[in-house]
């Protein structure tokens, strides 16, 4: 394989990754079964660490677009780790809570987060929102290609996760809030009577 081809292959790569202690356990086999079965039925790649030393040791260096579902226990060293890197991460986390307490602990926390990646907090594992996490990812990686070989895209990949708080900020960028309104154009269509 040529390198180029190959550093381009690995770019476009999605990854659906599970970083829980526990992800191992017998007692979580269905999470796991779960989102092996998202990654296979959306055609991205799965793999799983126990511990946040082992995730941040397989990030470093790679490229592509990852879809991170995390405890609340190795959520919080994952973004202070993700805060000390000069190179961003195409990156978006799902914290799995436990419990009400950790549901509101951790939701205030990451409101509070800085990272560049969008942190959503659920209190419990939900197939259908990771899956359309991964599928919007997907989407927009295919999105790339089609531009960056010269295509037509007709429809535009959000330059930032969908969330109030996200678009809040865009809004108040010249930057994002031209491409927002350039994709609202696109998606804009009105009915004619005759």
């Known amino acids: 394989m040529h390198a180029v081809q190959a550093i381009c292959e690995q770019e476009s790569d999605v990854w659906l990754v599970w970083?829980?202690?526990?992800?191992?356990?017998?007692?979580?086999?269905?999470?796991?079964?779960?989102?092996?079965?998202?990654?296979?039925?959306?055609?991205?790649?799965?793999?799983?660490?126990?511990?946040?030393?082992?995730?941040?040791?397989?990030?470093?260096?790679?490229?592509g677009s990852i879809v991170l579902v995390a405890?609340?226990?190795?959520?919080?060293?994952?973004?202070?780790?993700?805060?000390?890197?000069?190179?961003?991460?195409?990156?978006?986390?799902?914290?799995?809570a436990q419990s009400e307490k950790i549901f509101r602990r951790a939701s205030a926390w990451a409101s509070n987060q800085k990272t560049g990646a969008d942190i959503l907090v659920m209190p419990g594992f939900s197939r259908p929102i990771v899956e359309e996490m991964v599928a919007s990812r997907t989407h927009a990686v295919q999105a790339t290609e089609v531009a960056s070989e010269g295509g037509e895209i007709l429809v535009a990949p959000l330059p930032m996760p969908l969330s109030l708080p996200s678009l809040l900020k865009a809004v108040q960028d010249p930057g994002q809030s031209a491409l927002l309104e350039k994709i609202i154009l696109q998606h804009m269509w009105q009915t004619y009577e005759d």
């Open 19 to 63: 970083c829980f202690e526990h992800c191992c356990k017998a007692e979580h086999r269905q999470v796991y079964d779960e989102l092996k079965d998202v990654a296979t039925d959306t055609g991205c790649k799965f793999v799983h660490h126990k511990k946040c030393v082992s995730f941040v040791n397989w990030l470093e260096g790679r490229s």
């Open 71 to 96: 405890d609340w226990r190795e959520a919080k060293p994952i973004v202070d780790w993700l805060n000390n890197q000069e190179d961003g991460y195409n990156l978006r986390m799902t914290v799995l």
